[in-house]
């Protein structure tokens, strides 16, 4: 999922901030076409960027470019997670002239069959009567404090003990990650990737859709996006797997639902629209 310095000369060829050959050397041209994007977007980028590494300033130069193309990389900070690797993708592919359409069919629905239940789909007018505007204070008024360290998906070697989210369903994810940790060992988290986050409160549209994304409110969870791609079924997510069926289970009683679980697809994803 990294991006390769030949995807960032691409980028930032595209943006006037390198006019050298894409030979995936960062050499004085892409660092100065780096340090100059950097430079002149600084109030967008994560304090102390002047500090990183070249490789984490390179990718945070592509990540400005993919924003200010009108896509979602997540948070100008330099690492190369799934955000930046979907946003570049989907750039990519408007580069070679692929129309970008959504395809998702999560607004047709109003509920959703899932295994016991019958659940909220997640309409937009419903989501905003429950929790209120998108991108509030109250999405990211709740705090959850962890049962057992997460490690930051795009940053293995980073965990943390507490993250946000909104205010209404934190005590819920506390509840359920509380039953995980009696569920599965730390040996099992980690080989399962039930311990690695990959976000919650991100104001942008849903992956493939024309609404907002119920990360928007504060409402989604992603767990280990790298080895459960957006469009992975369950012949390729790493959360299909049997022994992560506890996992789903211990979320769908507390009324979260998991995309993977009811439409086989986005595996890493689950939100909670009735709570």
Not at 85 to 112: C, L, N, V, Y
Not at 158 to 173: G, N
Not at 228 to 252: C, F, I, T, V, Y
Not at 257 to 274: E, I, K, T
Request: a neutral charge.
């Amino acid at each position: 999922m990294k991006l390769s310095n030949f995807d960032i000369q691409r980028l930032l060829r595209a943006a006037g901030y390198y006019r050298g050959d894409l030979d995936g050397d960062l050499g004085p041209k892409s660092q100065a076409g780096i340090r100059s994007l950097l430079t002149s977007r600084q109030g967008e980028v994560e304090h102390g960027w002047e500090r990183w590494s070249l490789d984490r300033q390179a990718v945070a130069a592509a990540q400005l470019v993919l924003k200010h193309s009108g896509y979602n990389p997540g948070n100008i900070d330099g690492w190369s997670g799934y955000n930046t690797a979907q946003a570049f993708g989907e750039w990519s592919d408007a580069q070679a002239g692929a129309p970008r359409e959504p395809w998702r069919p999560d607004d047709r629905f109003e509920t959703i069959q899932t295994p016991g239940a019958v659940r909220p789909w997640g309409l937009q007018k419903d989501v905003e009567r429950r929790f209120g505007v998108a991108g509030g204070a109250q999405c990211t008024a709740g705090v959850v404090n962890l049962p057992f360290p997460l490690r930051l998906a795009w940053a293995k070697s980073t965990t943390i003990r507490t993250f946000r989210c909104h205010e209404a369903v934190a005590d819920s994810v506390a509840r359920v990650l509380g039953r995980v940790a009696d569920a599965y060992s730390e040996e099992q988290r980690e080989r399962l990737g039930l311990d690695l986050w990959g976000g919650c409160f991100n104001y942008r549209n849903k992956r493939g859709g024309a609404t907002l994304s119920m990360h928007a409110y504060g409402v989604a969870i992603d767990w280990d996006p790298e080895r459960n791609q957006l469009k992975w079924g369950r012949d390729r997510a790493a959360l299909a797997d049997p022994a992560a069926d506890r996992w789903w289970s211990l979320w769908e009683e507390e009324g979260w639902l998991s995309l993977g679980r009811a439409r086989n697809f986005d595996w890493m994803h689950v939100q909670a629209p009735g709570l």
